[in-house]
């Protein structure tokens, strides 16, 4: 593995330089079952070493946990790294196992004022709408953001799982730098309207699950049988049942590929969304997940590979096969809503 870093690429017109492969950072100590903090604080330095530096957390990660356990990288690093967090899922006080979108102007402030103060930093660089609230118009929702902007408490504004009405409406208030969607070879939804929008918008794209939550990659085939009872992805439509034994038959392309260049499944999956930029014509930045030194080392060697043609169309139709929503409630995904 060599330690040579990453290029770079700017999120949006004017958004921050990042590295073209960051780090989805939930699973580190939330969501994917047990973990080992002193690994997960290895791969977080690992992946600095490789010239990683866009790092994503939300406040719903552990209800703030996820924010409080990044702090001290974050600290040690301010000036290498771009900080994204996200706001929008409310956590009841009577039932902290249900979450609540909320995008009105109150919450937003207090939601960045909690993040703040969980990160121990002065400003976010990148700040996302983590889900949407249709009854709240976007453009106040956006509005309010943008004065987080004005204010110092934010630098560049981000949106998740918005639609490309929704994305043409907020850029309308002001700039948004990223939009951050799940976008891999088992869900391409996005390229039908949201990516079009976005490229149009001079919008970067941030393809979050760019592994399919680790399905692509082989290491497990039935969320149910193989994941711990604290793995969320036993409760993903894709994961389970009839689905999975379906979805994992969908892995032989990736696999065949993957032997013959004599990489992994994970390294074909993210070269492909790596490529996107090219194929589709704009920013992508993937946020893979891990809490290994050795996954992101894996990871990113997957930014030196490039698909041929002939691999492309052989991977062309495993979207279209997929069993199974990506949530089990579309609804708060861009496609529940185009």
């Known amino acids: 593995m060599t330690d040579a870093r990453i290029p770079t690429v700017r999120l949006g017109e004017d958004g921050p330089e990042v590295g073209v492969q960051g780090l989805g950072c939930m699973g580190m100590n939330f969501g994917y079952g047990p973990t080992d903090a002193g690994q997960a604080r290895a791969a977080l330095d690992r992946a600095l070493d490789l010239g990683v530096t866009l790092y994503d957390t939300a406040d719903a990660y552990g209800a703030g946990e996820n924010e409080r356990f990044l702090s001290p990288f974050f600290k040690a690093h301010r000036d290498e790294v771009v900080i994204a967090t996200k706001f929008a899922l409310s956590i009841p006080p009577d039932d902290p196992t249900k979450r609540i979108i909320r995008n009105d102007a109150p919450y937003i402030r207090e939601a960045v004022e909690a993040s703040l103060k969980r990160l121990d930093v002065d400003v976010i660089d990148l700040y996302y709408m983590h889900r949407r609230d249709v ?110 034994e379906a979805n994992a038959a969908l892995l032989e392309p990736i696999r065949a590929i993957a032997e013959a260049r004599g990489a992994t499944l994970g390294q074909v999956a993210l070269a492909w969304a790596q490529q996107r930029a090219s194929v589709a014509g704009l920013t992508v930045v993937p946020i893979p997940g891990t809490r290994k030194p050795a996954r992101v080392e894996e990871n990113v060697a997957a930014t030196r590979i490039t698909l041929t043609d002939d691999e492309l169309a052989t991977l062309e139709p495993i979207a279209s096969r997929v069993s199974g929503d990506r949530y089990p409630d579309m609804r708060f995904a861009s496609a529940g809503r185009e």
Not at 141 to 167: C, F, I, N, Q
Not at 183 to 211: H, K, M, N, Q, T
């Open 135 to 244: 009854n709240v118009p976007i453009e106040e929702t956006v509005g309010t953001m943008a004065e987080l902007v004005r204010e110092g408490k934010v630098k560049h504004l981000g949106l998740s799982e918005v639609t490309a009405d929704e994305l043409r409406a907020a850029h309308a208030v002001h700039p948004i730098a990223a939009v951050q969607s799940e976008w891999s070879l088992f869900s391409r939804d996005i390229e039908a309207r949201v990516v079009p929008a976005a490229r149009d918008l001079g919008v970067a794209l941030v393809p979050y699950s760019p592994l399919g939550r680790g399905f692509l990659t082989g290491s497990f085939t039935n969320a149910e049988q193989d994941l711990t009872d604290g793995d969320f992805r036993r409760q993903q439509p894709r994961f389970t049942g009839a689905n999975a």
